[in-house]
């Protein structure tokens, strides 16, 4: 779907996703997002027996600025044993012991890792093959900079009408170029 709107709110999602609905996505099964307020909300409405995800590294570039200098490398890596663990079992270990070493310090930081954990660790539910494909909103994030690097240039445009053009001659061209590749562990 190609949709202009305002601000990104749960009403404007449950628009969205009710559309994509009745086009025919009706058995959607899990959902991958960067944490926007209001979509969890709306999916779950639309496509009630779905999965949520959260992106993980939407979560680990949240936290990133909220770490002192001297302690961001150490932070992030011992993060990377929760999301990099071999099961979820293991990956809730990992967090306990990411959480009781840095809890002292960065509490807020630890809370809001363990408010979410049941999200960002929706992916051990599904095979490993899929993993890096589904526990990240990369793919969608990577496609709207080039959008946005496509527009930037191009300041002087004419109208709405025009832009719209460009950004659809855009993903007219990306989804021809993705069109035939295999999602890796979907082959």
């Given at each position: 779907?190609?949709?202009?709107?305002?601000?990104?709110?749960?009403?404007?999602?449950?628009?969205?996703?009710?559309?994509?609905?009745?086009?025919?996505?009706?058995?959607?099964?899990?959902?991958?997002?960067?944490?926007?307020?209001?979509?969890?909300?709306?999916?779950?409405?639309?496509?009630?027996?779905?999965?949520?995800?959260?992106?993980?590294?939407?979560?680990?570039?949240?936290?990133?600025?909220?770490?002192?200098?001297?302690?961001?490398?150490?932070?992030?890596?011992?993060?990377?044993?929760?999301?990099?663990?071999?099961d979820e079992e293991l990956a809730r270990a990992a967090f306990d012991t990411v959480k009781a070493k840095w809890s002292?310090?960065?509490?807020?930081?630890?809370?809001?890792?363990?408010?979410?954990?049941?999200?960002?660790?929706?992916?051990y539910k599904y095979p490993a093959l899929i993993k890096e494909a589904i526990y990240t909103s990369n793919p969608i994030?990577?496609?709207?900079?080039?959008?946005?690097?496509?527009?930037?240039?191009?300041?002087?445009?004419?109208?709405?009408?025009?832009?719209?053009?460009?950004?659809?001659?855009?993903?007219?061209?990306?989804?021809?170029?993705?069109?035939?590749?295999?999602?890796?562990?979907?082959?």
């Amino acid at each position: 779907g190609f949709y202009v709107g305002g601000q990104e709110s749960a009403n404007g999602w449950r628009e969205v996703l009710k559309d994509l609905y009745d086009r025919g996505a009706q058995e959607v099964l899990l959902g991958v997002f960067d944490g926007l307020p209001g979509l969890d909300a709306a999916f779950k409405e639309v496509y009630p027996k779905a999965d949520v995800q959260h992106c993980v590294v939407h979560k680990v570039r949240s936290t990133f600025p909220k770490i002192r200098v001297q302690h961001r490398t150490e932070v992030i890596e011992d993060l990377k044993t929760v999301y990099n663990a071999a099961d979820e079992e293991l990956a809730r270990a990992a967090f306990d012991t990411v959480k009781a070493k840095w809890s002292k310090l960065y509490a807020k930081e630890m809370r809001s890792w363990e408010e979410q954990l049941p999200t960002l660790l929706t992916f051990y539910k599904y095979p490993a093959l899929i993993k890096e494909a589904i526990y990240t909103s990369n793919p969608i994030e990577r496609m709207n900079k080039e959008i946005r690097k496509r527009l930037k240039p191009m300041n002087s445009l004419t109208n709405m009408d025009a832009a719209e053009k460009v950004i659809y001659l855009d993903v007219i061209d990306y989804n021809e170029r993705f069109a035939e590749r295999v999602i890796r562990g979907f082959g």
